[in-house]
């Protein structure tokens, strides 16, 4: 919920999606990262095929430790609109 406080956003692309993890990846000031969220407990919050959300994407970091992020959580998504309809 920490990371959902941060106002900082960036272009993610997430490049696999199961129901378990999607993996994704973003770039910032000149650095690439590579991450993964586990959302087991948000599957309310993704389309029934998860193989969808492959694609441009929104993630929420941590300014102080920008490898710490996420693409969704309770309150916030990234994901965009027409595909979690």
Not at 18 to 24: D, G, P, Q, R, S
Not at 57 to 79: F, H, I, Q, R, T
């Amino acid at each position: 919920m920490m990371l959902n406080k941060s106002r900082r956003t960036v272009e993610a692309l997430v490049t696999e999606a199961t129901e378990e993890l999607i993996h994704y990846q973003y770039e910032l000031r000149g650095v690439q990262y590579f991450a993964s969220q586990d959302v087991r407990g948000l599957r309310s919050r993704l389309p029934d095929d998860p193989g969808r959300l492959v694609g441009p994407s929104s993630a929420k970091y941590d300014p102080k430790n920008p490898a710490n992020s996420m693409l969704v959580c309770e309150d916030w998504s990234g994901l965009p609109e027409k595909i979690r309809e």
